[in-house]
């Protein structure tokens, strides 16, 4: 009788081997309990530091005027390049929302040539100067092989994510060099972005991130990334490199490298479909 | 509890061993990590290419005419294009395609240029541009049939491949006058196309300027951005002596992963067959739609589902009746709504796939079917291609499936395969 009743409701499957652990029952719900009241009342003020914390990380990835740069994205499987391709990208914020638009101009490889993506907000179009057709893409459709649209654009993750503090690590960043870190969980404040559950490691000193993992909406991972290279760039000391493991083959890998960082003011009026055939960098 | 506890045993062995996989998982992770943490990048980013860009294709087509037997035919297709700034507030647009065709020898090619653009572009500030020469619009947002994409009529010289987006890569320029301005979430656009010739030339280096203007024509776009990032684009488009015709596209997203559409135009005009024939046919109000959406999954496939609907085009009892009519004013009909780019018939639906990496890195799948909803015809076609840095090899296929004079059945041949190769230089 004792043994039917011991059954786990969800699968069926007996929980017979965690009786030895029933002395400790009360102990673990003293536990359980205490645990959950710390957390809640860390949780109020917590959530509003990750969410700074998020914030000044971002600044460190993303200067904080309208600029430019040059995304130079190589692809390796087993340790072999696969391919290579360049973008031209440029990024302003929108000062009534926070978040960068984008507009990226594909220089190589020649069959992708003067090929334009712009992301305005949830406007992402995608451009073919050979027919001069503009079509509206979703966040989710790929362009660039691994990495996905949302991979090559500037983003303020603070904008798009809500950041909880998940404890302090010892991670390495993309130089191998170990960090003292907060990590934060994000969670997509709105459907339209590119991952639903981001992890960031940020270091606890300077705030710089040293590492990321991406999370698809049914709990897998999407992929890994690592930030290095760390160099002076418009002014603070910036990841020049990314390097991104994919979640379900970790022997493919994509090194997004940035250079020819410039401060480049493009007019708001260009940041939208209609100027996408006039577009000349 | 000896019982218990010998029971607890083997279940804790297999804890530790499901414990030690994880770990081993783990370690697998973190080396896979550490590896990929040693690869460098491309040793130096390749030198940003500059504007030119030179094109060129070659395929060879095996066809099943319906008469019996079999068929091959041989292309070499050729297309530069560059985008040159000559001064600082002046660009110079120029795209040109020249397509050769022969059979079994290359003594009777035939060949077909295409200008597709020749333009000058002056953009006295930021916010104005004044473009003028032979110029490539396009509007619209659907995938197999653009109502409001007005210049479409008469721009294809040359048809090596029924897939929409070939269509618009090998079509004419207008020549025309445009002048645009902009400001933030919001442009106007005004255009005049000039008659410039009475119908088109089909000598084969001709700039064909009586193709693409042969009436005078204009159109009016505005785009503003409204609430919520929703952007419509209104258009107004009239020809010298007919009536004007209202259009719009607007799109939107739902969710993440799908992107809605709708292109429709409407105005009094007179029937396509009416058009076609020049018979003295009344002008009425007419209507012409696709609409659909964009599903894109994370493994990299995009599916498209459109309606399309064609108001000027027969309905099934105009349809039947010109199928059983004069096999002459029938064959008239059909080159005509080709050339316009126009359905055959009334309504019909398009179904799109593209897979990129489909199994295999840098292996493309796509495929199409366009099912004729009046006479239930059908034309599937699908590529599959594999790219290198540079170069493209293709295998297409495609079979027109229908009764002698339905849309698709009607065609000559009824099965064709090609195989492509491609060949891309940026310059």
């Known amino acids: 009788m004792f043994e039917r009743r011991m059954v786990s409701a969800a699968t069926g499957r007996p929980l017979l081997p965690l009786l030895p652990l029933l002395p400790l029952l009360p102990l673990l719900i003293c536990c359980t309990v205490c645990a959950s009241v710390c957390a809640d009342t860390e949780d109020a003020g917590g959530a509003r530091d990750a969410q700074q914390i998020l914030a000044e990380s971002d600044a460190i990835r993303n200067p904080n005027h309208s600029f430019g740069l040059t995304n130079t994205l190589t692809e390796y499987h087993n340790g072999h390049q696969t391919d290579t391709s360049t973008l031209q990208i440029y990024a302003k914020a929108d000062t009534a929302s926070g978040q960068y638009r984008n507009l990226i101009r594909f220089a190589a490889p020649a069959r992708d040539q003067n090929k334009l993506m712009l992301k305005n907000g949830n406007d992402l179009w995608f451009y073919d100067p050979a027919s001069q057709a503009s079509v509206r893409i979703s966040p989710q459709q790929r362009l660039l092989g691994q990495a996905a649209n949302g991979d090559v654009v500037t983003v303020n993750l603070a904008h798009d994510y809500r950041a909880q503090l998940a404890g302090e690590e010892d991670v390495e960043d993309g130089d191998r060099v170990q960090h003292h870190c907060h990590k934060l969980n994000l969670t997509a404040a709105a459907d339209d972005v590119t991952y639903a559950r981001i992890e960031i490691w940020i270091d606890s000193g300077n705030q710089r991130p040293a590492k990321a993992k991406f999370y698809a909406e049914s709990g897998q991972l999407l992929k890994t990334a690592y930030y290095r290279r760390y160099q002076r760039e418009l002014n603070v000391e910036r990841p020049t490199e990314t390097v991104i493991i994919d979640g379900l083959d970790r022997q493919w890998v994509t090194i997004m490298r940035y250079t020819d960082y410039a401060w480049r003011d493009v007019p708001d009026s260009w940041l939208q479909r209609d100027y996408l055939p006039h577009f000349k960098p | ?427």
């Open chain 2, 1 to 427: 509890m000896r019982g218990v506890a010998a029971r607890s045993m083997p279940t804790a062995l297999l804890y530790l061993a499901l414990i030690a996989v994880h770990a081993g998982e783990v370690h697998a992770g973190e080396d896979d990590d550490a590896a990929a943490l040693t690869l460098t990048g491309a040793s130096a980013p390749p030198a940003a290419a500059g504007s030119a860009a030179f094109f060129a294709e070659t395929a060879y087509t095996e066809a099943q005419p319906r008469a019996g037997g079999s068929a091959d035919a041989q292309r070499l297709s050729l297309e530069g294009s560059d985008d040159v700034r000559f001064a600082p507030q002046w660009r110079f647009v120029f795209a040109d395609r020249l397509d050769l065709d022969w059979s079994g020898s290359w003594a009777g090619s035939q060949q077909v240029n295409t200008l597709k653009q020749a333009y000058l572009s002056w953009q006295p500030a930021a916010e104005l541009l004044w473009d003028a020469g032979r110029v490539n619009v396009r509007q619209g947002v659907g995938y197999g049939f653009n109502p409001t994409d007005f210049f479409r009529a008469g721009a294809l010289r040359s048809v090596e491949s029924l897939d929409p987006n070939s269509l618009r890569d090998e079509r004419l320029g207008t020549v025309m006058v445009r002048a645009e301005t902009l400001w933030t979430n919001g442009a106007l656009t005004a255009l005049y196309a000039p008659r410039l010739a009475r119908g088109p030339d089909n000598a084969p280096l001709s700039p064909d300027l009586g193709a693409t203007n042969a009436a005078g024509r204009w159109l009016i776009s505005l785009t503003q951005r409204l609430a919520g990032g929703f952007s419509p684009q209104w258009l107004l488009f009239g020809t010298d002596g007919g009536a004007a015709q209202a259009g719009v596209n607007a799109t939107t997203l739902l969710g993440g992963a799908t992107v809605a559409f709708l292109e429709a135009s409407a105005g009094r005009s007179p029937s396509l067959y009416a058009e076609a024939l020049d018979l003295p046919g009344a002008e009425a109000l007419r209507a012409r739609a696709s609409a659909g959406f964009t599903y894109s999954a994370r493994n990299k496939l995009s599916i498209t589902l459109e309606y399309e609907y064609d108001g000027a085009a027969p309905g099934r009892n105009g349809w039947d009746a010109l199928r059983a009519g004069d096999p002459e004013n029938y064959g008239r009909y059909r080159e005509f709504a080709l050339a316009q780019q126009e359905l055959t018939t009334r309504q019909s639906v398009f179904a799109f796939a593209a897979w990129q990496d489909l199994g295999l890195r840098h292996l493309d799948w796509t495929a199409f079917v366009r099912v004729d909803l009046v006479d239930h015809s059908r034309l599937p076609w699908t590529e599959l291609r594999y790219h290198w840095s540079h170069i493209d090899a293709a295998i297409r296929w495609q079979d027109y499936v229908g009764g002698a004079t339905t849309d698709f059945g009607a065609a000559s041949t009824r099965q064709t395969w090609q195989a492509v190769f491609d060949y891309y230089l940026a310059l």
